[in-house]
């Protein structure tokens, strides 16, 4: 039985520590409530293997007609199927991106506003940057949006989704952005109950800043109810989720196999205990059947991760931190004597999972691969360390400073890396250098989650001793109220959204698409978990996205 909060569970010594009022843990015992009753049958992989026939030939039949080919491609994606057509989609858009004639239909006055949204997004969201000027003619002369789309519910939807994908200087976006969202705030109260919920679910997480699994179980309830719903894709994707939750439930098994046999949960009480919620943030990374290895390596790594933050925010003092950040920055295993036993597990515990995952990479010949991981690793912790000396001596860092190590301390370097380290096919060692590079891809990932979570966790950081926050490092550097710092943070924000856009849409790109995707899904969990609040902390918030990717299969 745990106890209502981590705090009430450490054992108290002399020394005043920061600890904090984190909610306890929900899951209570993931092996029995996520254990998997029966493997997938025979009978069901041939199914999907037919289905997935059917629906090829449907693709294939659909190229005749480039519209109707990629509003295929946009209900394969939405419904969670088009990793399994992932070629065939990218050869398409390659030929229709290069093509006049196709580009001038979707100028032409024909297109309506759907449509045109939908193309725009379907080629931004592979990385093709269309051109902003597809919108010029729902405007009028005076450069509003004509009057009448403000009725138009699925228009104004996939133009609010489609403008999302803007990056700097696309003002048409922008404006879409506060035209469309106050008609659909509008429209709620009178559209068709069906409407409504996906309204309100793109209200809450625009499907380009959603989580893929997450939006995928929503748009198949939605996609069910349409009248014009094509049966064969539809059971397709609602086998192939159902068979993915199975495979999803043995992953986190195996995750809180190994959680438990650490013992982490009673050797390091003071801290957050979130498999479960870890094992959401990487299947947020990939959710594909074929990275099941990385998804496992990550969700272990973001539990270490939240240990490691734990205890350099919530429980080491400065006298202690210093000696452990040395140790891992030394990554030398004897150099913890004297620390508390729990800190001295952790780093052994951190020590040892990085370097098992070296031991693999050379196993699969990919010497260096893990080297870099490690460097990462020691990259967070002289963040860490540096965000608890300005704590130590009272110091609030200016916003500069604090943006400046924020870049290190949000993790995305140590998480990408991670992330890449088992993508054996894709990840040469020269994507980890490249990244130990800090790429501009990685900066506006970093920002995102550093800014996202410093919004979403200001207040709360306030009510016990943590180091200032961007919103507190901004009040100090420009004079300005809290208010008007956290307007301004939000602002930073979207910025970096605007900046990743660009990125993924600059062409030609050093590495493949699966690597330059994980940028953005990556960025897609900070959005999810952060956006008003940090659900991360607070797994109650979470439960519904557990409930219905892990535990609800869908009724066929
Ligand atoms: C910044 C961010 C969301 C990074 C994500 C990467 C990461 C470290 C994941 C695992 C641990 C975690 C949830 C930290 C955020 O905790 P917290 O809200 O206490 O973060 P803080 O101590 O850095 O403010």
Redesign the pocket.
Known sequence: MELKSNSSAVKRDEIDRPLADFPVNIWADPLTSFSVSHPESERNKEKLTSLKETVKELFMASKEKPIENIKLMDALCRLGVSYHFEDEILEQLEKMFGCHDFMQMIRDSESDLYTVSLVFQVFRQFGYKLFVNVFDKFKNKDGDFKEHLADDARGLLCLYEAAHWSTHGEDILDEALTFCRSHLERLVSWSSPHLVVRIKNALKHAYPRGISRIETRQYISYYEKEDAHDQILLEFAKVDFNRLQILYREELGQVYRWYKDLDLSSKLPYARNRTVESYLWAVGAYFEPCYSKERITLAKF?II??LV?DTY?AYGTIEELEPFTDALIRWNPSGTEGLPENMRYLHHVVLNFFDKLDEDMEKEGKSGCGLYAKKSMMVNARAYLREAKWLSQDYVATFDEYKENGIY???YLA?LTVSFLEMVDEATLDVFKWLSTIPPLLVSSALI??LC?DIA?SEFERKRKHVGTAIDCYVKQYGVSREKALEEVKVMALDSWKSLNQELMTRPQPFPFPIIVRFLHLSRV?EVF?KDT?I??QPELMKDYVVSLFLENIVI
């Open positions: 973001i991760l939240t933050d925010d301390s949000a993790c998480i989650a550093r979570d966790t900070i952060y940090d991360f902390t």
